[in-house]
């Protein structure tokens, strides 16, 4: 359970003795990490003269930090409770209950393995009929990481080695293997030399496969040197019985004998782009070598590659930019995935600073996650005023955090919250919901036609998605005025038509409604004949659909 | 107040989005419009000109397409052919052949991103991609352009069928393409109620719009108000009857082809007879690492030439060809050098494009590549260039500056010259 829960009520009989000692004891309570990050941001404050946005209010905040920490929007009891909680340090309260009360587990890991499924397989891996990959599988093993609070270093690490069958309840399963399984066996491994560099050490190597690259430190003999390192690795098909259809996929090791055939000295060749054939052996983009032999009891390629990601400063830098992004909006670095001399950093000190502590910390990403919860850029307010005027990243300016960037909510978070806000969630078990949220996620993926698999999403604040928000199904679910809906049960709570509408506000978008608002519902219900239901259908509809609801902020 | 709400009937759709439109300041050209004049599709069209894309995802081997080099160790086994233009093609396109007076091969384009995501970017936009702007896709330059000689059009400018395109960047969501499978059926169209009440639910709707609006002043919440008049304007307007490609007689569609591919042209055609400035159609698949030859004899050009010639003559045949450019190309080319699986890699030095129609002069091949294809030996082409044609031959000026949200200003396709032989 919550340390807070323990440690809260201490304080408070403390501070009615002795309220000095409190403040002391209050102050120390928030992490040192915690100050870094701020100190330095407000730094770059003063550096560019510029005055951050106010503090956000409770109720914003409250919704902000569920959103990104459990995947949705606060319910109204949740809400409610927050804002009329006392204390100065009920922030990190919140935020403590949020990582660690059992409560919230299931909604944490599942909120997680969504992000990082999408990040590790794309927005549509393992749907297409004899894709090897299983998504289930991926989601289970990054929910159950996540459950458990793994740490970052050994997710990677499973991530990288695993071995083993891709679908829940198969022999060998083990989820980690979908991350490579369909990235090893075409075109030598490309995909996996590529994607492993990319997400986990956020070096950008695509381009070096084929030639040096002008704007990166990567050479082409490293793109091979590291694609070495999963050559001994292949996936196998796995049949259903008595047909051609793919049941699920194992990836597997194996003796690898090298592409001049001798497995005491497994080497690839790669080709210049004058037509020069070379040779590359598995080395680390350090330049540290492993043994040469490609027998799999000399050595196994894909543990060394491992090891050396795992002591690589590179990996914890790729790992705190991520969280940051997923935070903040915005990455110290923009993409999130490319670090290097060639793409400077907008925080380089508190880049580094942070991925140190995260190191210090055993990567414990529930620890980041308060750090940077609890920081000030995190809790600013979503306005961009006279004084910040030039902290503006949507036009390419280097983000300085002194506002909360608006964003759009991810299709997934979407979901959540409209199912949260209206209780709309679909009947069935677990793997029936999952399957109802996936059929209802991959209408927006769009495919580019390469190999590579590359996708892209209509989920873009475009008219495909204003259309879905407007006359969707899940819409008209969340609006339905039928016996045990939302507005149905709405209708029967409160006090008067007022306060119903303020419950509407108060469950979509975390705050009363204004005046003007008001004034508008009022209109709604003489347009609706006196139905208020119809009226709040009405009202609902709109607050769904605006740019409030759908943006984090 | 109220009163007007209860009736609203006398108001029209037009004349109240007018009326949103004030109070959140999101006017743009087609709301200033009096009443709801319906123009028919032949009356926009007499002064507006289209674009429409065939994007080749993966980038296509133009080496076996369009600039054959038979008997040299990289030429491949195909032969080429005759057409009814002043140049050669593959053997296996005979029916593009027939439509090559139309149509001109740009032979030496060299460009220098052989990345997928980054070739595909340039391709698109005629910039490499910068982490600090997101520069607006041909389709959303070209649509914003010609959008005041458009004042009647209620369906997005910019449609993407079958596939993704590129981004408005920083021109704005409102810019971005419409995306829409080749079939032309959009989910989520009809809200099913009553326009008043429908009208209602957006007034309200503009409320919290707005407020939030004001109260953050940042520009996705803005941008939000844009794209949500957009989408209203869609699910009213008698002008999606362009969309719906199954009203086509199946002769029609046989002859443009009944698959993905084909039906996308089809849709091109009608969306560029209502009036709409830029049409993306997306072939996928042309990333052949292996296997290559096989492929294209049994699969990849017959599809490609049925579909291609289709389009082109369609468009020629009901007098649209003249106000409509088509452009086909891919994000690069492909190695010369087959490689050991039977296959071409990323190559982007020396490749072709194909370009016709509007005021662009067909049947010509522009610039030359070496024997064995590995280098341009004319004069080179780059993305820049062969848009600024393009642009030109959409009457375009390419002289126009954009300035991007950060102040820095950027010349429509990228400053790029105008390949003369094709617009002379």
Redesign the interface.
């Known amino acids: 359970m919550t340390r807070y829960s323990t440690i809260l009520p201490a304080l408070l009989i403390l501070g009615s003795l002795v309220p000095l000692r409190t403040m002391q004891a209050a102050e120390a309570a928030v992490p040192s990490q915690v100050k870094m990050i701020n100190d330095t941001i407000e730094q770059g404050w003063r550096d560019f003269e510029i005055r951050p946005a106010s503090e956000a209010d409770d109720a914003t905040w409250c919704r902000r930090v569920f959103l990104d920490v459990v995947g949705r929007v606060p319910d109204q009891t949740e809400l409610s409770e927050f804002v009329s909680a006392k204390g100065k340090d009920k922030r990190a309260a919140l935020v403590d209950t949020l990582l660690h009360d059992d409560k919230y587990t299931e909604e944490y890991a599942s909120h997680w393995s969504t992000v990082w499924t999408n990040i590790l397989i794309g927005q549509s891996g393992g749907n297409g009929r004899d894709s090897m990959i299983s998504r289930a599988g991926m989601q289970k093993y990054l929910r159950d990481s996540f459950a458990r609070n793994k740490s970052y270093d050994r997710i990677v690490f499973d991530l990288v080695t695993a071995t083993g069958s891709t679908k829940p309840g198969t022999e060998n399963f083990n989820g980690a293997v979908n991350f490579l399984v369909d990235k090893v066996n075409e075109?030598k491994g490309v995909l996996a030399t590529s994607s492993t560099s990319r997400i986990f050490l956020g070096q950008q190597v695509?381009?070096t496969q084929?030639?040096n690259h002008p704007f990166n430190q990567w050479k082409q003999q490293m793109f091979w040197e590291f694609n070495s390192f999963f050559r001994q690795t292949r996936s196998l098909r796995r049949f259903v019985e008595g047909t051609r259809d793919v049941d699920h996929a194992e990836l597997i090791d194996e003796d690898f004998a090298g592409e001049a055939n001798d497995p005491e000295d497994a080497l690839v060749f790669y080709e210049l782009r004058n037509?020069l054939t070379r040779v590359a052996y598995p080395v680390f983009t350090d330049g540290t070598p492993i043994e040469v032999s490609g027998f799999v009891s000399d050595v196994k390629r894909r543990g060394e590659l491992g090891r050396m990601m795992l002591a690589s400063e590179n990996m914890d830098k790729m790992g705190v930019n991520r969280m940051w992004s997923l935070f903040l909006g915005f990455g110290f670095?923009?993409?999130v995935d490319?670090l290097g001399p060639h793409?400077p950093a907008s925080h380089p000190e508190l880049l580094s600073k942070l991925a140190v502590e995260f190191r210090k910390n055993s990567y414990d990403l529930k620890q980041l996650i308060t750090w940077i919860t609890l920081s000030r850029p995190y809790n600013l307010a979503?306005?961009?005023?006279s004084n910040n005027e030039i902290d503006?990243p949507?036009?390419?300016?280097?983000p300085k955090f002194s506002?909360f960037?608006?964003?759009?909510m991810s299709a997934e978070q979407l979901y959540q919250s409209l199912v949260t806000a209206t209780d709309a969630s679909s009947q069935g078990s677990y793997e029936e919901q999952e399957r109802q949220r996936n059929r209802w996620l991959q209408?927006f993926v769009?495919?580019?036609?390469?190999?590579?698999g590359?996708?892209?999403t209509?989920f873009?604040?475009?008219?495909?998605q204003?259309?879905?928000l407007?006359?969707?199904d899940l819409t008209k679910k969340a609006i339905s005025t039928s016996g045990g809906s939302f507005i149905d049960r709405l209708s029967k709570t409160g006090k008067s038509p007022r306060d119903r509408v303020n419950r509407l506000f108060l469950a979509g978008?975390a705050r009363r409604a204004?005046k003007?608002?008001m004034t508008?519902?009022?209109?709604?219900m003489?347009?609706r004949k006196g139905n208020e239901k119809e009226m709040l259908q009405?009202?609902w509809?709109?607050?769904l659909?605006?740019?409030?609801f759908?943006?984090q902020? | 107040m109220i009163n007007n709400w209860q009736t609203p009937s006398g108001m029209s759709r037009r004349h109240f989005m007018q009326h949103l439109a004030g109070s959140s300041a999101v006017a743009t050209a087609s709301m200033t419009m009096g009443g709801a004049i319906k123009a028919n599709a032949e009356e926009m069209r007499k002064n507006g000109k289209s674009a429409i894309l065939l994007w080749m995802g993966g980038g296509p081997a133009t080496i076996d397409i369009w600039d054959l080099k038979p008997g040299a160790p990289t030429g491949g086994p195909f032969k080429p052919i005759s057409t009814t233009g002043d140049l050669q093609i593959c053997e296996h396109m005979p029916m593009v052949a027939q439509q090559m007076k139309h149509l001109s091969v740009v032979r030496s384009m060299s460009t220098r991103e052989a990345d997928h995501n980054r070739g595909r970017y340039y391709m698109h936009t005629g910039y490499v991609p910068n982490p600090n702007i997101e520069h607006p896709s041909y389709g959303s330059v070209i649509a914003h352009e010609v959008m005041d000689q458009r004042p009647n059009l209620e369906i997005p400018p910019f449609v993407s069928v079958g596939g993704a395109s590129a981004g408005p960047g920083f021109l704005g969501m409102a810019w971005s393409p419409f995306s829409v499978t080749s079939n032309g059926q959009i989910r989520n169209l009809k809200m099913n109620l009553e326009d008043n009440r429908l009208l209602q639910r957006m007034a309200a709707l503009d409320t919290i719009e707005t407020g939030f609006s004001q109260r953050t002043r940042d520009l996705p919440a803005s941008e939000h108000a844009k794209v949500l008049k957009k989408t209203f304007d869609l699910m009213t307007s008698d002008q999606m009857e362009a969309f719906r490609v199954e009203k086509e007689p199946e002769e029609v569609k046989e002859r443009y082809g009944t698959d993905r591919f084909g039906q996308g042209c089809l849709l091109a055609r009608r969306l560029v007879e209502a009036g709409v400035p830029f049409v993306e159609v997306d072939l996928g698949g042309w990333d052949n690492h292996g296997g290559i030859h096989t492929l294209f004899k049994d699969t990849k050009l017959p599809q490609l030439d049925r579909s291609m010639s289709a389009l082109v003559e369609d468009l020629n045949q009901r007098e649209l060809l003249k106000d409509t450019v088509v452009i086909w190309m891919g994000e690069f080319g492909r190695t010369p050098r087959i490689n050991q699986n039977a296959g071409r890699d990323h190559w982007a030095r020396s490749w072709s494009c194909v370009v016709g129609g509007g005021d662009i002069n067909g049947g010509l091949a522009v610039g030359e590549t070496s024997s064995d294809g590995t280098a341009v030996e004319s004069e080179p082409f780059s993305s820049e260039d062969l848009m600024s044609t393009v642009c030109k031959g959409l009457g375009i000026s390419t002289e126009k500056t954009f300035t991007s949200k950060n102040g820095r200003p950027m010349k429509i396709a990228g400053g790029g010259k105008i390949i003369s032989e094709l617009v002379a």
């Not at chain 1, 979503?382 to 005023?385: E, I, M, S, W």
């Not at chain 1, 949507?394 to 280097?398: P, R, V």
């Not at chain 1, 960037?405 to 759009?408: E, I, T, V």
């Not at chain 1, 873009?460 to 495909?464: E, T, V």
């Open positions: 075109e695509q381009c084929c030639h037509g670095t923009k993409p490319d793409n979503p306005v961009l005023g503006d949507s036009i390419g300016e280097m506002r960037y608006l964003r759009q209408q769009v495919a580019f036609g390469t190999d590579e590359d996708e892209a209509t873009n604040g475009s008219i495909p204003a259309l879905m407007f006359n969707g978008l204004s003007k608002e508008v519902a009022g209109q709604l003489a347009a009405d009202m509809w709109a607050i659909n605006s740019n409030e759908i943006m902020h």
